[in-house]
T-cell receptor
Framework: KNEVEQSPQNLTAQEGEFITINCSYSVGISALHWLQQHPGGGIVSLFMLSSGKKKHGRLIATINIQEKHSSLHITASHPRDSAVYIC?????????????FGSGTQLTVLP | NAGVTQTPKFRILKIGQSMTLQCTQDMNHNYMYWYRQDPGMGLKLIYYSVGAGITDKGEVPNGYNVSRSTTEDFPLRLELAAPSQTSVYFCAIALGFGYTFGSGTRLTVV
């Protein structure tokens, strides 16, 4: 069983829809990260969370430490949001902040 | 991805050949990483470094070597390329608020 599980694997939405991507983890963590991988392959950090909720523009990330679960929400989705969204954790046992990754969620937003 | 430069972007190798993937950062950060990404799988850690002269194995180190003689450079060496090393490779650095990734190297071993 993977230490970081994401769902769904693939998601297709219509422009304007509210989108939720889920991430569950089975290890102790010091932080959880949401990353975005563009169709060209580049990876960028979106959020780093250790508790609560963060918002940046139309993106909202939440984490529930007790339930070992995080969600990434996109409000008023747009075709430019189409990308792979990756959940990753830095484990509390890791000494060098190395990341353990989920397998990603491919999001396609149709106009 | 400002701050982390990876070269080359693409490479085709024959089985048994060797090559070095270059990673250079200009942000003076200590923590650097090499990950590989295979289709449908999460990125896997190959090697990491917490500073010049210090490296350690990650989850999938077999077939690879690294060195860290300076803070800026963290090259990844493939000595005897095998088809199983066909993948996309990413170098990354840890920042206080997240990570910065290089643009990736797409390697095919034939």
């Amino acid at each position: 069983k993977n230490e970081v599980e994401q769902s769904p694997q693939n998601l297709t939405a219509q422009e304007g829809e509210f989108i939720t991507i889920n991430c569950s983890y089975s290890v102790g963590i010091s932080a959880l990260h949401w990353l975005q991988q563009h169709p060209g392959g580049g990876i960028v950090s979106l959020f780093m969370l250790s508790s609560g909720k963060k918002k940046h523009g139309r993106l909202i990330a939440t984490i529930n430490i007790q339930e070992k679960h995080s969600s990434l929400h996109i409000t008023a989705s747009h075709p430019r949001d189409s990308a792979v969204y990756i959940c990753a954790v830095t484990t509390s046992s890791g000494s060098a902040r190395q990341l353990t990754f989920g397998s990603g969620t491919q999001l396609t937003v149709l106009p | 991805n400002a701050g982390v430069t990876q070269t080359p972007k693409f490479r085709i190798l024959k089985i048994g050949q060797s090559m070095t993937l270059q990673c250079t950062q200009d942000m003076n950060h200590n923590y650097m990483y090499w990950y590989r990404q295979d289709p449908g799988m999460g990125l896997k850690l190959i090697y990491y470094s917490v500073g010049a002269g210090i490296t350690d194995k990650g989850e999938v180190p077999n077939g690879y070597n690294v060195s860290r003689s300076t803070t800026e450079d963290f090259p990844l060496r493939l000595e005897l390329a095998a088809p199983s090393q066909t993948s996309v490779y990413f170098c990354a650095i840890a920042l206080g608020f997240g990570y910065t990734f290089g643009s990736g190297t797409r390697l095919t071993v034939v």
